[in-house]
Every structure is written in structure tokens, then in C-alpha cells.
């Protein structure tokens, strides 16, 4: 049924382990304390590479999703600010489609689920929400955003 609000799945975040060894991976020197590692290291200049060794490097479910929480971030990144191409983002559409069950929670973050128009979400969200659809298409879909505010 479009338009109703699907049930959130449960919550999940990066942990510490993962994004130390991302950290290695892409030279980050993220701290301790940090809350919010995928926005502080988002790059959209970065997104293929990001991209690229979520695909081609073995990693455990812990690191994938960390990492994926960064692609989106820097996918986020590169709509407002580099231009992202369509091909670009097929793909990493593509990966969250087939690895939806470990991406759910984020997803769910980025469609904005309560806004009633673009004002009150992210540039990113309508594009998770055709994710969403996509990967539920059984279930609840969730509806178009409204433009303006």
C-alpha cells in the first residue's frame, strides 16, 4: 500500500572494529568520541573509491555496513555538491537492493519517513525511498515526497 508508513526496522550503527579498519583502509583518523564517523568522513569526490572496495574487498557484515553507511553519506555528498551521475548511483542502488536485509535501518534513516515535503528531508531521500520500494515491493512502499514547504 503506498504512502503508509512501513515499521522501522531495528537500529543498527558501525562498530568500533569496522571503522577502525576502514580507518586503515581509506587513511582516516577518526576519534573515539565521534558520533557521526559516515558524515564526518563523507566525500563525494571519494564515492567510486568507497564504492569500489565495498565491492571488491572482503569484508565481514559489520565493516560492509559501516562502509555502506559511508557510501551514503558521500552519495549524499556528491548530489549536493559533485554532481553524482545516474550510473553512479544505479549502482549503489543496486548493492543496497541486494544487501537490503543488512542495510534496512539505514535506508529506513534516509527516506525520511515523516517528512511532508523535501524541506523537511534529504536531497538523498527520495532516491532511498525508490530503494525502499524496490526492496520491499511486497510490503508497505513508501509515497513520493511532496514539493515545497
Known amino acids: 500500500m503506498v504512502g503508509a508508513k512501513?515499521?522501522?526496522?531495528?537500529?543498527?550503527?558501525?562498530?568500533?572494529?569496522a571503522i577502525q579498519r576502514l580507518d586503515a583502509i581509506f587513511g582516516f583518523s577518526s576519534n573515539a568520541y565521534s558520533q557521526d564517523w559516515d558524515i564526518e568522513f563523507a566525500d563525494?569526490?571519494?564515492?567510486?573509491?568507497?564504492?569500489?572496495?565495498?565491492?571488491?574487498?572482503?569484508?565481514?557484515?559489520?565493516?560492509r555496513f559501516a562502509l555502506m553507511t559511508l557510501i551514503?553519506?558521500?552519495?549524499?555528498?556528491?548530489?549536493?555538491?559533485?554532481?553524482?551521475?545516474?550510473?553512479e548511483?544505479?549502482?549503489i542502488h543496486?548493492?543496497?537492493?541486494a544487501d537490503f536485509l543488512l542495510h534496512a535501518s539505514t535506508i529506513y534513516y534516509w527516506c525520511?519517513?515523516?517528512?511532508?515535503?523535501?524541506?523537511?528531508?534529504?536531497?538523498?531521500?527520495?532516491?532511498m525511498r525508490a530503494v525502499w520500494n524496490?526492496?520491499?515491493?511486497?510490503?508497505?512502499?513508501?509515497?513520493?515526497?511532496?514539493?515545497?514547504?
Open 6 to 17: 512501513p515499521e522501522e526496522p531495528t537500529v543498527r550503527h558501525p562498530t568500533a572494529a
Open 112 to 127: 525520511c519517513v515523516d517528512a511532508t515535503c523535501m524541506d523537511e528531508c534529504f536531497t538523498l531521500s527520495p532516491l
Open 134 to 149: 524496490e526492496a520491499v515491493p511486497d510490503k508497505e512502499q513508501m509515497s513520493a515526497i511532496p514539493s515545497g514547504g
Open 44 to 63: 563525494g569526490a571519494r564515492l567510486a573509491e568507497f564504492v569500489s572496495t565495498y565491492s571488491n574487498l572482503i569484508m565481514d557484515d559489520d565493516e
Open 72 to 87: 551514503i553519506a558521500s552519495a549524499h555528498d556528491a548530489l549536493d555538491f559533485h554532481n553524482m551521475g545516474e550510473a
Open 89 to 91: 548511483w544505479r549502482t
Open 94 to 97: 543496486d548493492l543496497l537492493v
